[in-house]
C-alpha cells in the first residue's frame, strides 16, 4: 500500500523553464509533507515543507503547493538551474498516527538541460 | 558540522556473510532510522528506534535486524547477505519533540554491494 506516490520517474526541462514535480498521498492523516533533494553517491537533504494547515509555501526560487481536497503536492522550482538536477523525493508525515515518521515516495529524477 | 555519519561509503561482501552498517549522530536526537534506496522504489523503511534498546520494524525488515546500544549509535544487520540487498542504505536521525520541524538529517549514505 504505497501511501506517498510520485507517478513521473523522471522529467526533463530546459535551463530557465520551470521544473513541477508532484506527489500524490492516500492517508488523510497526514500533517505535514516535505521535499528532500537527492545527488547520487550522497544522503538526501531537505528542501522545503508544509504543514497541512497551509497550501502554499515559499524558499527562494522553491514553491510548495499544497491541495488537501485532492491529496496532491507539488513542488515549483522556477526558473530551474543545471545544479537543480538531483532525484527529489517527496515525504508525509502524520505526528498523532505514526509519530512522525516520514512516509517517502519513489522519487522523480529531474535533468535540467543548460 | 558532520551530523550523522555513516561508517562507510563503499561496501562489497559476499553472499552469506554477516555485514555491520554502522550509524552514529552527534545532535542529540532520539530517533534514528535505516532506510535503503533502490530505482523505482524511494526510501523504503527496514527498522527505526525511539529510544535506547528500543527498536521497532519497518516495512521491509526481513533479512536484517538491529542494535540501539547508545543514543547516539544504530547500527544494521545484514545476518546473511544476500545478492538482492545489495543498495544504497541510509541512516537518519530526527528529534523526538520535533524542534527541528519532521525533517530526518540523513547520512551520506552506503553503497553495499553483495557478491
Known amino acids: 500500500d504505497q501511501q506517498v506516490k510520485q507517478n513521473s520517474p523522471s522529467l526533463s526541462v530546459q535551463e530557465g523553464r520551470i521544473s513541477i514535480l508532484n506527489c500524490d498521498y492516500t492517508?488523510?492523516?497526514?500533517?505535514?509533507f516535505l521535499w528532500y533533494k537527492k545527488y547520487p553517491a550522497e544522503g538526501p537533504t531537505f528542501l522545503i515543507s508544509?504543514?497541512?494547515?497551509?497550501d502554499k509555501n515559499e524558499d527562494g526560487r522553491f514553491t510548495v503547493f499544497l491541495n488537501k481536497s485532492a491529496k496532491h503536492l507539488s513542488l515549483h522550482i522556477v526558473p530551474s538551474q543545471p545544479g537543480d538536477s538531483a532525484v527529489y523525493f517527496c515525504?508525509?508525515?502524520?505526528?498523532?498516527?505514526?509519530?512522525?515518521?516520514?512516509?517517502f515516495g519513489q522519487g522523480t529524477e529531474l535533468s535540467v538541460k543548460p | 558540522d558532520v551530523k550523522v555519519t555513516q561508517s562507510s561509503r563503499y561496501l562489497v561482501k559476499r553472499t552469506g556473510e554477516k555485514v555491520f552498517l554502522e550509524c552514529v549522530q552527534d545532535?542529540?536526537?532520539?530517533?534514528m532510522f535505516w532506510y535503503r534506496q533502490d530505482p523505482g522504489l524511494g526510501l523504503r523503511l527496514i527498522y527505526f528506534s525511539y529510544d535506547v534498546k528500543m527498536k521497532e520494524k519497518g516495512d521491509i525488515p526481513e533479512g536484517y535486524s538491529v542494535s540501539r546500544e547508545k543514543k547516539e549509535r544504530f547500527s544494521l544487520i545484514l545476518e546473511s547477505a544476500s545478492t538482492n540487498q545489495t543498495s544504497m542504505y541510509l541512516c537518519a536521525s530526527q528529534d523526538r519533540g520535533l524542534r527541528e520541524g519532521y525533517g530526518y538529517t540523513f547520512g551520506s549514505g552506503t553503497r553495499l554491494t553483495v557478491v
Open positions: 545532535m542529540d536526537h532520539e530517533n
Open positions: 515525504a508525509a508525515s502524520a505526528l498523532y498516527n505514526q509519530g512522525g515518521k516520514l512516509i
Open positions: 492517508n488523510s492523516m497526514f500533517d505535514y
Open positions: 508544509i504543514s497541512s494547515i497551509k
